[in-house]
């Protein structure tokens, strides 16, 4: 990638990113350091914010907040105008799509395989995660303690959060 690219990432991008580590934390970390742009719409965020509560992920209420915080800080929102009805096995994915055209995204970075069946929507290329190249010094292990060392976690905290997000972490 060369100058500030605009990028939609998906929620595995998120999810692994936050909850594993690796190649999706570095992402993370280019879109921290503004070296890449993210940009999310409405239906985006809800559903990031639907997946991270998913019993089987057992994130923690902290690391759930962490990651409502980061896609508050460092995503530009976009209203998504246009649907697009792709076909996708899964029409919630359409979404991303919607959100990459409405940002005139230079890429979609995604762990779906159904979005990266398509290979490119338009002018957006569709990229898989571990084929995005990462400059070598990225680590979100550090943004995550940033991002805790910066904010008070305290109760009312919480609150505007979940106030934000139109929903309730638990």
Same mark, same amino acid.
């Given at each position: 990638?060369?100058?500030?690219?605009?990028?939609?990432?998906?929620?595995?991008?998120?999810?692994?990113?936050?909850?594993?580590?690796?190649?999706?934390?570095?992402?993370?970390?280019?879109?921290?350091?503004?070296?890449?742009?993210?940009?999310? $719409?409405?239906?985006? !965020? +809800?559903?990031?914010?639907?997946?991270?509560?998913?019993? @089987? /992920?057992?994130?923690?209420?902290? #690391?759930?907040? $962490?990651?409502?915080? !980061? +896609?508050?800080?460092?995503?530009?929102?976009?209203?998504? @105008? /246009?649907?697009?009805?792709?076909? #996708?096995?899964?029409?919630?994915?359409?979404?991303?799509?919607?959100?990459?055209?409405?940002?005139?995204?230079?890429?979609?970075?995604?762990?779906?395989?159904?979005?990266?069946?398509?290979?490119?929507?338009?002018?957006?290329?569709?990229?898989?995660?571990?084929?995005?190249?990462?400059?070598?010094?990225?680590?979100?292990?550090?943004?995550?303690?940033?991002?805790?060392?910066?904010?008070?976690?305290?109760?009312?905290?919480?609150?505007?959060?979940?106030?934000?997000?139109?929903?309730?972490?638990?």
């Amino acid at each position: 990638m060369g100058k500030r690219e605009k990028v939609v990432i998906d929620t595995y991008l998120i999810v692994s990113g936050f909850g594993w580590g690796g190649k999706p934390e570095e992402i993370l970390k280019l879109i921290e350091k503004g070296l890449i742009f993210s940009y999310l $719409s409405k239906e985006i !965020f +809800l559903k990031i914010s639907k997946v991270i509560n998913y019993p @089987k /992920l057992t994130f923690t209420k902290l #690391l759930k907040t $962490s990651i409502i915080e !980061f +896609l508050l800080n460092y995503s530009i929102t976009v209203v998504t @105008k /246009l649907k697009y009805q792709i076909n #996708l096995i899964d029409p919630d994915d359409d979404m991303f799509i919607d959100c990459a055209v409405e940002a005139k995204a230079d890429y979609i970075i995604s762990g779906n395989k159904h979005l990266l069946h398509l290979r490119k929507f338009e002018n957006i290329e569709i990229r898989a995660v571990l084929k995005t190249v990462i400059p070598a010094n990225a680590s979100m292990r550090s943004t995550c303690r940033n991002l805790l060392n910066r904010m008070n976690w305290g109760f009312l905290h919480v609150l505007r959060i979940e106030a934000l997000a139109g929903m309730t972490i638990s």
